[in-house]
C-alpha cells in the first residue's frame, strides 16, 4: 500500500463513525458485523469463540455509512492465555469506539457474564447502545425484559440473522454517524445528545397533493418532476439540502394509495420504498390536498408514522384554494384530536408550495418536532411528576382486589421519548389509566405531537444501591 493511499484510507476513515460490537462469546456479534457489512466476511458458526481477531469493514444502514469493528467474544480473563489477548484486543478497538454496540443474546437470557462486561462498559464511559440479539420470536421476550436490569437503558430487540430491527439500530447509532460526517466537514456536529447533524425529513401523502411541488419549493430548483398526473414519484429521492446552516437529507417519496387501490407490482414496490423511507426518518410532514384533507388514508399514514417513532408534522398544500379558512382549520384540528390520540397536539401548517408560502413556518414547525422527539427528562423531575400524578389520581384496583403500585420512572431513550415505569403489577394496568399517564406527562413536560412509549415492568427501583 503506498503512503498516498494510506493517507487517503485514514482521511476517509477520519469522517466515518466508528461503531465497536461486543458481548461474550457466540451472541451473534459476527452474523451482524456480516449484516452491516453487506455480505459475509467474518466467520459464523454455533460454537463459541469463532472469531479472535477484530475485523474491521465498512458498515451502511440505509444512508448511514460507518466503520464498524467486529471483536472477540469477551471473557475474564487477565494472564496471558489466548483469552485474555483476545480482551486486549478487544479493549484496542473500545479506545477506538464512537458507539459501542453490547450484544446480549435474548433466547438465552442475561449471564453473570453479561452482567459483569455492561458494567465494565461504564466504568469506560464510552456511548452504549444494548443490543439483544435472537429476538425472533416469542421465546426471546424473557430475555429482551431481563436485559432491563444491566442498566444501560432500553435493549434494541434485533435478529442479525434475520435482519429484523435494522430501522432501530439505524436511529441508535445515527447521533454519531452525523457527528463524525459534520466534524469531517467542519461543521461542529452533533453533541452526545445527538440534537444537531443531519436531519433526515420525509415528505409523505397520498397521490398527487403535491410532494414533489413542495421538494421544489423547498430547495428553490426544479429538483423533483412535477405535474398533474398522480403517481410521477415512483422512487424515494433524497435531496441534500442546507436550511439556515443545517444539513437536511429531504426526501420525496410515491403517494401512498390504500392497498385496495394499489394498481399493479411497481407501484407495490413503489409504497414498500416509501413506507421504509418513514421507518429511517426522523421528522416525517404528512401533505394533506386542504381541498379535500384528512381523509381515511391520510389517518393510515399518520398512525404507521406514529407506530414507527418518528416526529410528525400535518402540512395542509393548496392553501390558497380553500375559502372559508377558519372552518376548514377548526376541522382538522377537530379530527386529528379525535382520530389520533396517541398523537395530541400534533403540529399543524398550512401552506401553498407552488406560491412558496409559509414555507419557513413549516421548517420551525419540523425542527421543533424534532426537539421534542429528542427530548430527555431528568429522572428526578419524573419521579417527582409521577408522585404528582398518582395523587391526584390513583392507581385503580388490579383483578386481584390489591391496589397497584407504581414505585418509579425513568427515561430509557429519546427518539421517541421512551419511558420505563416500575410497578406491583404491570399486567394487570388498564388501558385507560395508561393514557391518563401518557397524557399527563405529555402536558406536564410539554412533549405536543410526539410519539411516547409508556413500558411497564415489574419491581423496585433498579438503580436503587443494593444492600450488601
Not at 439483544?132 to 429482551?144: M, P
Not at 433526515?200 to 419549493?217: W, Y
Not at 428553490?220 to 418532476?225: F, Q, T, V
Request: glycine letters at 8%; a positive charge.
Amino acid at each position: 500500500m503506498t503512503a498516498e493511499n494510506s493517507r487517503e484510507m485514514a482521511a476517509r476513515d477520519s469522517a466515518l463513525a466508528t461503531v465497536v460490537i461486543v458481548g461474550r462469546p457466540n451472541v451473534g456479534k459476527s452474523t451482524l458485523f456480516n449484516r452491516l457489512v453487506g455480505r459475509r466476511v467474518a466467520l459464523v458458526d454455533d460454537r463459541p469463540g469463532v472469531t479472535r481477531d477484530r475485523r474491521e469493514g465498512e458498515g451502511k444502514l440505509a444512508d448511514a455509512r460507518f466503520r464498524v469493528i467486529d471483536t472477540a467474544g469477551l471473557e475474564e480473563a487477565f494472564d496471558e492465555s489466548l483469552g485474555a489477548r483476545m480482551r486486549r484486543q478487544t479493549e484496542q478497538a473500545l479506545e477506538e469506539a464512537s458507539v459501542v454496540l453490547l450484544m446480549v443474546d435474548a433466547r438465552a437470557g442475561v449471564t453473570p457474564l453479561d452482567r459483569h462486561f455492561a458494567d465494565w462498559l461504564r466504568r469506560s464511559h464510552r456511548p452504549v447502545v444494548l443490543v439483544a440479539n435472537k429476538c425472533e420470536g416469542r421465546a426471546a421476550d424473557g430475555g429482551l425484559y431481563d436485559a432491563y436490569e444491566l442498566g444501560l437503558g432500553e435493549p434494541l430487540a434485533v435478529s442479525a440473522e434475520h435482519g429484523q430491527g435494522l430501522a432501530g439500530l439505524y436511529e441508535a447509532i445515527a447521533p454519531w454517524v452525523d457527528a463524525a460526517a459534520a466534524a469531517a466537514a467542519g461543521d461542529g456536529g452533533l453533541s452526545e445528545d445527538g440534537e444537531e447533524g443531519v436531519l433526515q425529513l420525509a415528505i409523505v401523502g397520498r397521490p398527487n397533493v403535491g410532494k414533489s411541488t413542495l421538494v421544489n419549493a423547498l430547495v428553490g430548483e426544479d429538483r423533483m418532476l412535477t405535474g398533474p398526473e398522480a403517481g410521477i414519484t415512483r422512487d424515494a429521492i433524497a435531496v441534500q439540502w442546507r436550511h439556515e446552516g443545517r444539513e437536511i437529507a429531504l426526501v420525496d417519496t410515491a403517494g401512498l394509495r390504500r392497498r385496495a387501490r394499489v394498481d399493479g407490482r411497481l407501484e407495490q414496490l413503489s409504497g414498500a420504498d416509501s413506507l421504509k423511507t418513514i421507518r429511517f426518518s426522523q421528522v416525517v410532514v404528512l401533505l394533506l390536498d386542504a381541498t379535500m384533507m384528512l381523509e381515511r388514508q391520510d389517518l393510515t399514514i399518520a398512525r404507521y408514522v406514529a407506530e414507527e417513532g418518528r416526529a410528525l408534522v400535518v402540512a395542509a398544500n393548496k392553501w390558497d384554494m380553500v375559502e372559508d379558512r377558519g372552518e376548514a382549520i377548526k376541522r382538522l384540528r377537530e379530527r386529528l384530536e379525535t382520530s389520533l390520540p396517541q398523537l395530541k397536539g400534533v403540529p399543524v401548517v398550512t401552506l401553498s408550495a407552488l406560491n412558496r408560502d409559509n414555507l419557513q413556518g413549516l421548517m420551525a414547525a419540523a425542527g421543533s418536532a424534532y426537539e421534542i422527539w429528542n427530548k430527555r427528562i431528568p429522572t428526578a423531575a419524573l419521579n417527582n411528576w409521577l408522585r404528582s400524578a398518582t395523587t391526584r389520581h390513583p392507581p385503580p384496583l388490579a383483578s386481584n382486589k390489591r391496589r397497584i403500585k407504581l414505585r418509579y420512572v425513568t427515561q430509557a431513550k429519546a427518539r421517541p421519548p421512551r419511558f420505563v415505569l416500575f410497578t406491583s403489577q404491570p399486567d394487570g394496568m388498564p388501558d385507560s389509566y395508561l393514557r391518563y399517564l401518557e397524557n399527563d406527562l405529555r402536558d406536564a413536560f410539554d412533549l405536543p405531537g410526539t410519539p411516547i412509549r409508556l413500558m411497564m415492568r415489574k419491581g423496585d427501583n433498579p438503580y436503587r444501591p443494593k444492600k450488601s
